[in-house]
């Protein structure tokens, strides 16, 4: 008898919709697990071209409400799932984390949760356009072709890059912006809070890409560090590969990453059931 593979929960992050996640999806569901990719609240089944023709369903939208409305999906499966999270997904996987929703946790090139005030130069560069305009907080911003290329198509031609943004983006959430900002040097009340020190969290990893220009290997080290620090029995690993960028989930040898977090979680996730 085949023994019952853990549900997969995947969840996308800032300028995405769950399109950017075909890649793994496709690679879990083959490999036997269900996956659930839900969208952000206001983007529905849309299309990222439909989103970008009407944004406004994004604008206020805050990453308290997002997380908040996958635990009400989280919750209504029969089991506890693995829950994967790129980029400001990642910041909400962590939430999620201390709300002990999974069985193992994998944050993909994840953004700082409260605390972690490490912000390398190019980090600053990624959230210019919109942090720049405190008064569009609660409004959206469309990402353009050529800032979609610093953030995301670092490896590619303009073309290359332009073809992609077409395929996937989408506008910001403003608010998730500012409030993820403003958490970082708000450990204690930060909208994305943690208990870095609690010992009964499920295996959590932490997986960076060596040219990232969004959130570069000094961010993971440092999540990973704050996790550490209590020396307690929680398990919280790190993995960076070399070359990639933040289209990590997308990028050409996008397999090797897919398969080395599904491994780990999988593994880790038998122990902590």
Request: negative net charge.
């Amino acid at each position: 008898m085949n023994e019952k593979k853990a549900p997969i929960v995947l969840i996308h992050g800032l300028w995405m919709t769950p399109k950017s996640w075909d890649t793994w999806a496709e690679r879990f569901r083959a490999a036997g697990h269900e996956v659930i990719a839900p969208a952000w609240p206001g983007i529905g089944d849309r299309t990222p071209a439909e989103v970008r023709h009407d944004p406004s369903a994004l604008a206020g939208v805050g990453l308290a409400e997002i997380a908040d409305y996958y635990e009400g999906i989280i919750r209504a499966l029969p089991e506890k799932p693995i829950i994967m999270g790129h980029s400001f997904g990642g910041v909400i996987t962590q939430m999620l984390a201390d709300r002990g929703l999974g069985v193992a946790y994998v944050g993909v090139t994840p953004g700082q949760t409260a605390g972690v005030t490490t912000l390398p130069p190019s980090t600053a560069r990624t959230g210019f356009p919109i942090l720049s305009k405190p008064w569009t907080r609660n409004g959206t911003t469309p990402i353009s072709t050529g800032h979609f290329r610093f953030t995301f198509g670092n490896d590619l031609s303009h073309a290359a890059s332009d073809r992609i943004w077409a395929e996937q983006a989408i506008p910001s959430y403003n608010r998730v912006f500012f409030e993820g900002v403003a958490a970082a040097f708000n450990e204690k009340g930060g909208v994305t809070h943690v208990d870095y020190d609690r010992t009964d969290r499920a295996p959590l990893l932490i997986i960076t890409g060596g040219i990232d220009h969004v959130v570069p290997p000094a961010i993971g080290e440092a999540l990973v560090k704050k996790y550490r620090r209590a020396g307690g029995p929680s398990v919280v690993d790190y993995r960076e590969f070399a070359g990639r960028t933040h289209r990590i989930v997308s990028q050409d040898g996008w397999e090797e990453v897919a398969d080395f977090a599904l491994d780990w979680a999988t593994s880790h996730a038998a122990v902590s059931a």
